[in-house]
RNA sequence: GGCGGCGUAGCUCAGUUGGUCAGAGCAACCGGUUCAUACCCGGUAGGUCGGCGGUUCGAGUCCGCCCGCCGCUACCA
């Protein structure tokens, strides 16, 4: 029987990875696992994309070894991967020789029969995005539309595969195939891709030697690097050495990715290659969407980027929860909230309120009120005549069906949302039953059928859960004492615990966050605020806002908040094109920050340079006339004119301010 | 400009093929409960389902136009 084969995209690795990464590989990793516990085998690939040139840069540019750079960096990814629990089958890395094997035989391939053929090209060039871009596209600038850096100029001979020969082929097996493209925006967008027309794509890059050379060719460069990197998922079935056992993984059931690498290249390049190559296509791609911070796109250059890694320690730093059960915290958050059509927020704010929600007052407070009541009045053991109420298994049946159809489609929003109601089922048949009151009343048998729902739900929970929480669930089933987290089809049994079966003690798994002291009086929003809001954050600024509320308080803890530090003013220049902005590179204790000040009216850069000002560090990075601003410094504000504050007397770069 | 999508309670959003669809969760307020991780349960939202028309016995749910936001794409005469 075939395997269910799934896909991530193999990610660059020039930067580590981040919770737009870790996105895509938790929802692969959550299909991976549901399928698993469906009772299916499962061939579940990442990876690594170490043959673009934009990687052999940025190793040149730390001067350490490309090779040496892309084997720390595929380290990295793994041990990030494993750390969130994720459980692959297969991690390939495109410097790996079996794989530049299959670029070199599908490149050779296809040249023999005209698919690859031999041309020129002239244009002007990306090397960060690895993209040409056409005169008329372009200002006198020659900076790339996309990312700002400069382009260059590449006028070689070059080779040609013939996409355009298949345009009306994918055109058609898009439209024959809804499920082939999901979810449908991506689809449409697709479609009005090809409807432009699609021109044929050059496959061989020069000007850097570090790729898949041309095979017999080695003139001709290397390999284009989007040719290059989707072949992987050929590779990884053993498509060029097993002769036809590859097929008992090809074609792939599921591929993931984010929105932007769906339609020009999974969607249409890569089944194109395939239908050059006469092989089957995948049955399904889905490209997610991406997580804005702020509403604002996440970005190196903003600074606005999280670590995954990073917010599951400090969840279990400020909760006291074990790092494994905060990771699958992570975990859920990311598949609850995941973005499907739009985009969608990430913040902690929304990260803790999941957590104490839905994890530690809904599923973590249930199995630990079902486990303290049956130890309280049954000795922890199951007693005799305990059976599930039929209403009950009716709803948890339809319930798990519920979440199995969603899971199945990857919605996990809904296929969690789906779950989440046996959880308050449970605690309102708690409420009505009242299993305490029962007790008092001495009618111990009702009582131990009551807190069987219970144990039977959290049972059933943690098979649900398990494709999303795969630690929780094991802890669930530990503290039910049992010897697995039963199978998908096994978790709808009803009289799964005997009588006499003995319940482990309850421990909370999700100690409950505490929550901050709220504010007096909440700040709503005022229309218009956000039209100001991008203004130069000047340290004037907050002057134009009028009605700035005086009895507002805030707690020491909003205070703490706040990092500010002195810096020395290392060197100051005017921002180009403004009248009232200041660039000022800072010392703050070792590190160098660049911020954007808006004193340039009151102040001239020779006169700011050496001074000791304050800077509040832990402001959201904002880009503003090109340039990055790491922070604020802060300034006295006498009728609008900024003057500055210095301490009383030199001290060093970077102390603190409280 | 073209194509696509979105605009539903303070916030985040569900709403298959038009007829209990005006909803859920969170926040807030009130009440109940006490087994439990200050938890759980119930109640309270005067939402013109962006606006205006239209089709229909009946429209968030279909059609047209308009406004606002977003994505892709094109920057022409």
């Known amino acids: 029987m075939k395997r269910y084969y799934i896909t991530t995209p193999i990610y660059y690795v020039n930067s580590a990875p981040h919770i737009g990464t870790a996105l895509t590989t938790i929802v692969a990793d959550a299909c991976a696992r549901f399928q698993k516990r469906r009772g299916r085998e499962v061939y579940f690939l990442t990876g690594t994309d170490e043959n673009a040139p934009k990687v052999h840069r940025v190793a040149q540019e730390r001067g350490v070894p490309t090779q040496l750079f892309v084997d720390e960096m595929a380290e990295v990814f793994e041990r990030t991967w494993s750390a969130l629990h994720i459980e692959y089958d297969v991690f390939i890395r495109t410097t790996e020789a079996r794989h530049k094997h299959v670029v070199s035989e599908v490149f050779r391939r296809l040249r023999e029969q005209d698919d690859i053929y031999r041309g020129s090209y002239q244009g002007w060039y990306c090397i960060s995005c690895e993209t040409f871009f056409a005169s008329n596209k372009i200002d006198e600038s020659r900076t790339c539309p996309d990312c700002g850096k400069p382009l260059e100029w590449r006028d ?347 319940l482990q003690e309850p421990k909370p798994i999700f100690p409950r966050l505490q929550v901050k002291q709220p504010a007096p009086s909440t700040p709503t929003p005022h229309a218009g605020e956000e039209g100001r809001a991008v203004s130069a954050p000047s340290p004037t600024s907050h002057t134009h806002q009028g009605v700035s509320n005086m009895q507002d308080t805030i707690t020491i803890d909003d205070f703490k908040r706040l990092q500010i530090r002195i810096a020395t003013v290392k060197a100051a220049e005017p921002v180009p094109k403004s009248t009232k902005l200041l660039k000022l590179t800072l010392d703050v204790g070792g590190e160098e920050r660049t911020i954007v000040a808006g004193i340039a009216e009151d102040y001239a850069p020779e006169q700011v340079v050496g001074k000791q000002i304050p800077v509040l560090v832990n402001l959201q990075p904002a880009l503003i006339r090109g340039i990055v601003s790491e922070g604020m410094m802060l300034a006295a504000d006498v009728d609008g004119k900024a003057v500055l504050l210095h301490p009383d007397r030199e001290i060093p770069s970077g102390s603190g301010v409280r």
């Open 156 to 502: 070689e001979p070059c080779y040609y595969f013939r996409l355009s020969a298949y345009e009306s082929r994918l055109r058609e097996h898009i439209k024959a195939n809804p499920q082939f493209i999901q979810p449908e925006v991506r689809r449409n967008e697709t479609l009005g891709f090809i409807n432009e027309g699609l021109q044929d794509v050059a496959v061989s890059r020069t000007g850097s030697d570090w790729g898949v050379p041309v095979p017999d060719d080695p003139e001709s460069g290397v390999v284009y690097v989007w040719f290059d990197a989707l072949l992987n998922y050929l590779t990884a079935t053993g498509w060029r050495e097993r002769g036809e056992g590859y097929l008992d993984t090809w074609p792939p059931d599921l591929q993931l990715m984010g929105k932007d690498i769906l339609p020009r290249f999974h969607a249409t390049l890569w089944p194109a290659m395939l239908m050059a190559l006469g092989l089957p296509l995948p049955e399904r791609l889905y490209g997610h969407g991406w997580w804005i911070v702020n509403k604002q796109k996440m970005s190196k250059s903003l600074g606005n980027v999280y670590a995954p890694l990073e917010v599951a320690q400090s969840l279990a730093n400020a909760a006291g929860c074990e790092l494994d059960y905060a990771v699958d915290a992570f975990r859920y958050y990311m598949l609850r909230e995941m973005p499907t059509d739009a985009d969608a927020e990430f913040s902690l704010e929304g990260f803790e309120a999941r957590y104490n929600g839905d994890l530690a007052n809904d599923l973590g407070n249930l199995l630990h009120r079902t486990l303290s009541m049956m130890h309280r009045y049954f000795g922890g053991r199951v007693p005799d005549g305990a059976r599930l109420d039929a209403g009950l298994a009716d709803l948890f049946a339809q319930q798990a069906a519920q979440t199995t159809e969603a899971f199945e489609a990857v919605d996990f929003p809904h296929g969690l949302r789906e779950a989440w109601q046996i959880i308050g089922a449970v605690n309102r048949y708690y409420d009505e039953q009242a299993p305490w009151t029962l007790m008092k009343q001495g009618n111990a048998a009702r009582a131990g059928q009551v807190l069987y729902a219970g144990l039977i739900a959290a049972r059933l929970l943690s098979a649900l859960v398990e494709p999303v929480m795969p630690k929780v669930a094991r802890e669930i089933a530990r503290q039910l004492n049992l010897a697995a987290v039963p199978s998908w089809n096994e978790a709808i049994a009803v009289n799964a615990f005997p009588v006499g079966h003995t």
